[in-house]
C-alpha cells in the first residue's frame, strides 16, 4: 500500500485492497467474493449498458475517537438500494447480507480509513447492474453487485466554505435530476448537461426545480436542499422526485434533538431570497452552506463567507456522532 496524504483527499476514485462482489443469476444471489480487482468483464450486450438498469448506494465509515472503525447507517442504505431495485425491476438484496458485506469490504480496507482527525472518511460505493445480454427491452436476468470503498475528503474544493449554486433553467434537457425522477438512487446522467453548464459560469452546484411546475425547489445536483429560516426552522422539499437523503433525514433528526421545528414541506423557489442559511446535503458533501444562487439574472446573496451558526451547530452535531465524540442515541453507527 502507498502511503496516503490523509489531509490532502480530495472526492475522488482511488483503487484499495479490495471490493466485494455478488451475482445474482437463477433467480439468486451468490455468497460473494472480495477481490483485489478493479475491472469488470461484461457483454458488449449488457443490459446496464444499453438500457441504463443501474443504482448505487453511498455511504461512509469513520475512524473514531476511540479508534474504532464505524459505517453510519447502513441498514438505510440497504432499505434505499431495495426500494431502487424495486423501481427499476431488479431484484432485492438481504438486507443483513448487504450489512454484513459492508462490514466485510470495510474490515479489509481497514488500513485506507483515513485515521481520526484528518477530517477523512472512508467512502462505500455498492453498485447494482443488469449484467445479462439482451437487445429487447426487458428486465435482465443476471445480476452483479460490486461494493468498493476509498478514502475520501471534502466533496468540493473548500470543505464546508459556502459553494455558489444556479438555478437550472435548462428545463427541456436537464429537469428532473435523473435519481430523483424514478426515487431509484443511481443514475445522474440527467443533471450532467445543467451542471456543464452551470459550471461554465462558475457555479459549482445546480438546483433543480420540480419537473411539472418549475416552481418549487427539488434538489441539487449531488444533494438535497436545506435551508435556516430566518425564524430558525430547518426546512427541507417535501417532493416525489428527490432523492430520500439519508444525511438529510438525520439531519432532520438532529436538528430536533437540538430543539429546532423541523419541517419537509414544499418550498417555493420564490422564498429562497428569504432563507437564512441554505444548504447541500449529502453523504458525499454532508453539509455544505450555499453562498449565493443565481437564478436567470437575479443573485440572492446571503452575504455568509464561512458556514453560519445555525448550520455550524447542525455539522457539529452529525460529524460529532459519525466520529465518535457524540452520542449515537439513534444507534446509528454500526462497528465493524
Ligand atoms: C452521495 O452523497 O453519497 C452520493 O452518492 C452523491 C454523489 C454525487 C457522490
Not at 209 to 235: C, M, R, W
Not at 241 to 256: C, E, F, G, R, Y
Not at 278 to 302: E, L, S
Amino acid at each position: 500500500m502507498q502511503p496516503i496524504n490523509w489531509e490532502a483527499l480530495k472526492f475522488e476514485f482511488m483503487p484499495t485492497r479490495s471490493n466485494i462482489r455478488f451475482h445474482y443469476a437463477d433467480g439468486k444471489w451468490d455468497e460473494g467474493r472480495l477481490t483485489g480487482d478493479f475491472n469488470i468483464s461484461l457483454s458488449v450486450a449488457a443490459n446496464v449498458l444499453h438500457y441504463g438498469q443501474a443504482i448505487f448506494e453511498g455511504m461512509k465509515a469513520f475512524c473514531g475517537k476511540d479508534g474504532k472503525i464505524r459505517v453510519f447507517r447502513p441498514w438505510a442504505n440497504a432499505k434505499r438500494i431495495n426500494s431502487s431495485a424495486r423501481q427499476l425491476v431488479m431484484p432485492e438484496f438481504p438486507e443483513e447480507k448487504f450489512v454484513e458485506a459492508v462490514k466485510t469490504v470495510v474490515r479489509d480496507n481497514i488500513d485506507y480509513v483515513p485515521p481520526y482527525g484528518t477530517g477523512g472518511s472512508l467512502y462505500i460505493r455498492p453498485v447494482m447492474f443488469g449484467t445479462s445480454p439482451q437487445v429487447g427491452v426487458n428486465a435482465s436476468f443476471e445480476y452483479e453487485l460490486v461494493i468498493m470503498v476509498m478514502p475520501v475528503g471534502p466533496y468540493y474544493k473548500g470543505g464546508i466554505k459556502p459553494v455558489d449554486a444556479m438555478i437550472s433553467v435548462d428545463f427541456d434537457r436537464a429537469a428532473p435530476h435523473g435519481t430523483g425522477h424514478i426515487k431509484a438512487a443511481g443514475n445522474y446522467a440527467a443533471g450532467l448537461y445543467s451542471s456543464m453548464l452551470a459550471k461554465k459560469q462558475h457555479f459549482p452546484i445546480v438546483l433543480f426545480l420540480d419537473p411539472q411546475t418549475h416552481t418549487y425547489v427539488d434538489e441539487f445536483t449531488t444533494s438535497n436542499f436545506l435551508a435556516i429560516t430566518k425564524d430558525g426552522k430547518y426546512v427541507t422539499p417535501l417532493s416525489d422526485s428527490i432523492l430520500p437523503s439519508v444525511t438529510n433525514d438525520s439531519l432532520m433528526t438532529v436538528a430536533k434533538d437540538l430543539g429546532y421545528v423541523a419541517e419537509r414541506r414544499r418550498i417555493a423557489a420564490t422564498e429562497l431570497k428569504d432563507m437564512a442559511e441554505p444548504a447541500a446535503c449529502g453523504t458525499a458533501v454532508v453539509i455544505t452552506p450555499v453562498g449565493r444562487i443565481a437564478w436567470g439574472d437575479q443573485v440572492i446573496d446571503y452575504g455568509w463567507k464561512e458556514i453560519g451558526p445555525n448550520l455550524r451547530k447542525l455539522y457539529d452535531e452529525l460529524t460529532g456522532i459519525q466520529y465518535g465524540e457524540r452520542p449515537d442515541n439513534h444507534n446509528w453507527l454500526v462497528e465493524c
